[in-house]
């Protein structure tokens, strides 16, 4: 009788292990999920907070009709290819920041 129950606390023993390591895999996947998105929301804000900026004075020049600050506005929506090189770069750094120090922080099981 002192054998079974001591199977059984074993069992519940490694039930409660293999519950944790699964909290613990949840959590380290929470954190690559948090990451990609804050990089991705990063990335999306640096590409289009410059190309929204420059259509709103693009809008104001062009209703005013100063043509040079219209042509600059023009000129900053027209380097897109620059500003969608620095959003990635931007949301890189900003992703994996995030997993650093979110999985230093992280328990390990």
């Given at each position: 009788m002192?054998s079974?129950?001591?199977?059984i606390?074993?069992g519940s023993?490694?039930n ?16 690559i999920?948090?990451?990609?998105v804050a990089?991705?929301a990063?990335?999306?804000?640096t590409?289009l907070?410059?190309m929204?900026l420059a259509l709103?004075?693009?809008w ?16 900053v929506?027209?380097?897109y290819?620059?500003?969608i ?5 931007v ?6 920041y ?12």
């Amino acid at each position: 009788m002192a054998s079974r129950l001591d199977l059984i606390r074993v069992g519940s023993n490694t039930n409660a292990r293999m519950s944790a390591s699964r909290s613990s895999a949840a959590k380290v996947i929470g954190i690559i999920l948090y990451g990609l998105v804050a990089g991705f929301a990063a990335t999306t804000l640096t590409i289009l907070g410059p190309m929204l900026l420059a259509l709103f004075f693009l809008w104001i020049f062009d209703s005013l009709g100063w043509q040079p600050g219209r042509d600059l506005a023009v000129t900053v929506i027209s380097c897109y290819i620059f500003i969608i090189g620095f959003g990635l770069i931007v949301g890189v750094f900003v992703c994996v920041y995030v997993w650093i120090t979110r999985l230093r922080k992280a328990p390990s099981a």
